[in-house]
């Protein structure tokens, strides 16, 4: 199994949930992060003094897929959440060792 | 624990003033006068009546739109300092309203209506509590066109408002104990001296001073008054860095917006009922002024502000809108209203710069009191001078200086022998876990991860 962890724009969120369901892939984990790579921040200005905020918010999902399917689900988020602009974010495949619904106590592939 | 003896400290006070004020020097109705029932249904049936009922009528809803301040105090206070000091702030709110009444009653409306003798000097007096019994000398138009205690609850609430323009001053970092034996000090015992120079007939009103509703009495003393704390308690931490202004960003733009509308409502009965009748003309010539004043200072602060920060910033509009309101406070029945626009005007350009200012000298004001109240009541009095003929520059100039010095004297000292005796700042562990927890135990907003612990 393959934990497939994307960092995306909040507003593509909606996209990259129907991209998935639309490859069959029924639950996710979605997080509100604070991030930044070389898109870098932008200058506000509050009451007279500048300042610079370097981390933008973005959105953390988090699905975790056969080993199969990681290509699939991966290549999907990407087409969902780009852009073309700086700031698209990126997307990480790491291995799971496990999986178990908790209502069950299934583990494996059966679980996800 | 130091609260525990403030409180004690504060009840023993309270009583013995109590004491006092039923023991001192009553009225003694010793020969055959009619009763009260019977002298007050006869002025109620005579010609005076309607005016006399209108006008204290007007006087009771000014006095509630004026208590309606706290509210937007409240709101605007906790809208542009951090969500983890929310309660705090709110806290202290709710904590004036509640000393300022009762602390005015018990002592401050008799020492700033003393009744100096016509002409003297007056600049002291002692206060006492303020119930009267009933009588046609105190509840009728033989009083004012209004009541004794129309009189009461209306000064009440603009006593209890000087106070709260210093705890946003001090916000987010000050010890609430030391605040609130601070704020009773000030609102008790120095309030009504300086109200006592103008309206209590003093040596201010005796040559001539022109302050209609407070742009110094209540204003500029509220504000000289947070400029001493400000200098004493010094900046939240983490605001001035290394030679940089470093925002601290205000967490409900919302809430501080709310605040200042239901400032600019409750300004109405703040300058409409300090006419002190319903007079159609003067009341009705003061709304607009009034209005138009507010309306100056948003323009003038909208503009200066995006000349000179490059972005319209929204937080100096609304207090544009409150400099323009503290501007015309001593003049609003007194300029007219081209000119009061001008003011509205100047006061927003002001305010802008002012902050501006305040920062650069590290002097730390989460919401810009210090400007709004002190420096632009300060021009509100002068303002009276410049564009009306109601007093000339040199006693306006005497007389808010001398309202504005003798609050920063006072609350300079006493501040200072707090902060020697019990101190006045938070730890800077508490400052960074936010007053909400350290100081009352309790989050504003628990449902919400806060991420500036």
């Known amino acids: 199994m393959k934990l497939v962890k994307a960092i995306i724009k909040p507003f593509k969120l909606e996209e990259v949930k129907e991209a998935l369901a639309d490859i069959g892939i029924e639950g996710m984990t979605v997080t509100e992060v604070k991030g930044f790579g070389r898109q870098k921040g932008h200058t506000e200005i509050y009451r007279g003094s500048e300042y610079t905020v370097d981390f933008l918010p973005k959105v953390m999902v988090e699905v975790v897929v056969d080993d199969a399917e990681a290509e699939k689900t991966t290549d999907a988020i990407v087409k969902a959440a780009k852009t073309g602009k700086i700031g698209d974010g990126k997307v990480f495949i790491l291995p799971v060792d496990n999986a178990i619904r908790i209502r069950t106590e299934e583990s494996g592939t059966v679980a996800l | ?332 029945d007194s300029i007219m209203p081209g000119y009061a626009i001008l003011t509205g005007l100047i006061a927003g350009l002001l305010v802008v710069l002012s902050i501006i200012f305040f920062d650069k000298i590290k002097v730390d004001d989460p919401v810009g009191a210090i400007s709004v109240h002190g420096v632009c009541g300060i021009f509100g009095t002068l303002a009276v001078a410049f564009f009306s003929d109601a007093a000339p520059f040199g006693i306006q100039l005497v007389g808010t200086l001398s309202v504005g010095v003798f609050a920063f004297v006072f609350s300079f000292i006493v501040f200072g022998i707090i902060k020697a005796v019990m101190g006045v700042r938070v730890s800077a562990e508490e400052e960074t876990e936010g007053l909400d927890i350290s100081e009352h135990g309790q989050d504003a907003y628990p449902d919400f991860a806060n991420g500036s612990r």
């Open chain 2, 1 to 332: 624990m130091n609260i525990k003896k403030y409180l004690l400290a504060v009840l023993l006070c309270g009583s013995a003033l109590l004491l006092c004020g039923s023991l001192g020097a009553q009225d003694a109705a010793a020969e055959a006068v009619p009763s009260f029932d019977e002298g007050y249904a006869a002025f109620m049936g005579s010609s005076d009546a309607a005016f006399f009922t209108i006008s204290n009528l007007w006087l009771l809803i000014s006095a509630a739109l004026v208590f309606l301040m706290h509210l937007g105090f409240a709101t605007v206070e906790s809208g542009l300092g951090q969500a983890k000091n929310t309660v705090n702030i709110l806290f202290k709110n709710v904590f004036i309203i509640s000393m300022g009444i009762i602390s005015y009653a018990l002592y401050g409306f008799n020492a700033m209506y003393p009744g100096f003798a016509e002409g003297s000097a007056g600049v002291f007096a002692l206060g006492s509590w303020f119930d009267v019994e009933a009588s046609v000398d105190y509840m009728t138009g033989a009083y004012a066109d209004y009541t004794w205690y129309t009189d009461f609850i209306f000064q009440a609430m603009f006593a209890a408002t000087a106070a709260t323009i210093v705890s946003g001053a001090v916000a987010e970092r000050i010890k609430l104990s030391s605040f609130m034996v601070f704020a009773t000090l000030l609102v008790t015992f120095a309030y009504p001296v300086t109200g006592s120079w103008q309206w209590g007939g003093g040596w201010l009103s005796a040559n001539g001073f022109y302050d209609f509703a407070g742009s110094s009495l209540v204003h500029g003393f509220g504000g000289f008054a947070a400029l001493a704390c400000a200098i004493i308690l010094g900046p939240r931490a983490g605001k001035y860095v290394n030679g940089t202004i470093k925002p601290i960003l205000g967490h409900s733009m919302p809430l501080a917006t709310i605040g200042v509308f239901l400032l600019f409502l409750g300004w109405f009965g703040f300058n409409g009922g300090s006419v002190l009748n319903a007079d159609p003309y003067l009341v009705s010539l003061v709304f607009v002024t009034t209005a138009l004043a507010a309306a100056g200072g948003g323009i003038g602060a909208i503009f200066t502000s995006w000349i000179l920060l490059k972005k319209p910033d929204l937080s100096m509009s609304l207090n544009g809108i409150l400099a323009g309101l503290v501007g015309i406070t001593a003049g609003a």
